[in-house]
């Protein structure tokens, strides 16, 4: 019995954090179609096409998911994909929308090829963090497009990863995986300090781990957006 009771209890806590995705989805969602509808106004395409080159970029950004690189100054469950890249050439190709929902689908995607081994947890943040970097970039360029309002929406977009980033991790993911593990928040600090003796707290674990770790992303993704995006959005519009 007290086994079935901790499984239940698990099922139960999974379950809220998909509730907890699905309802954070549909709010990130309903704010880039307002900002579409409303204020950015995309060119309209077939909608055959976009859910096709939706389902590629998301289908690329599943793959790139294999690829993680641990970095030294981080723990282990930090590692660097550039899986952000397909879905920010997505939202700058079709719309912020577009990118959105590519997000979504690479997760998706992911858990269906992988599963989670985070209890949802890290997949959630994964979407989360990349809408905070993908919408206020393509907002930023489809306000004007241009090669110089590209660079500035994903340096905001960086911007915005970064900070939002480190108060997602203090305030949300650090104790969320806590708690679904059963660890002590130490352990998890402790995992930071064997890389970096500075590490002593959540927020030390935040300011030197967290902070650059999604700073780099943020200009690695950007950079290798730069460089490709122009030659594929040529073969885009290509019939």
């Not at 300090?193 to 030390?204: L, Q």
Request: positive net charge; hydrophobic residues 55%; proline residues 5%.
């Amino acid at each position: 019995m007290p086994n079935l009771t901790k499984l239940m209890q698990d099922i139960s806590e999974n379950l809220m954090y998909v509730l907890v995705f699905l309802l954070i989805f549909a709010a990130i969602f309903a704010v880039a179609m307002a900002l579409e509808k409303l204020w950015l106004k995309p060119e309209k395409q077939s909608p055959a096409r976009r859910v096709a080159y939706i389902g590629i970029f998301a289908a690329i950004g599943a793959i790139l998911v294999y690829f993680e690189f641990p970095l030294p100054f981080a723990p282990g469950f930090y590692e660097l994909d550039f899986s952000f890249v397909p879905e920010l050439i997505c939202s700058f190709s079709l719309g912020p929308m577009a990118g959105v929902v590519c997000a979504l689908v690479k997760e998706l995607l992911k858990l269906l090829l992988r599963g989670t081994t985070t209890a949802f947890v890290g997949d959630l943040s994964n979407f989360v963090m990349g809408c905070s970097f993908i919408l206020p970039a393509s907002v930023i360029y489809y306000a004007k497009k241009s090669r110089k309002s590209a660079v500035i929406g994903m340096g905001v977009g960086t911007l915005v990863l970064t900070a939002f980033g480190s108060v997602f991790n203090a305030y949300y993911l650090i104790p969320a995986f806590a708690a679904l593990f059963q660890w002590p928040i130490d352990k998890i600090v402790a995992m930071g300090t064997d890389v970096n003796p500075a590490i002593t707290s959540v927020n030390t674990l935040v300011l030197f781990a967290v902070v650059p770790f999604n700073l780099l992303k943020g200009v690695l993704v950007s950079v290798i957006t730069f460089l490709l995006y122009k030659h594929i959005e040529r073969l885009l519009r290509m019939r």
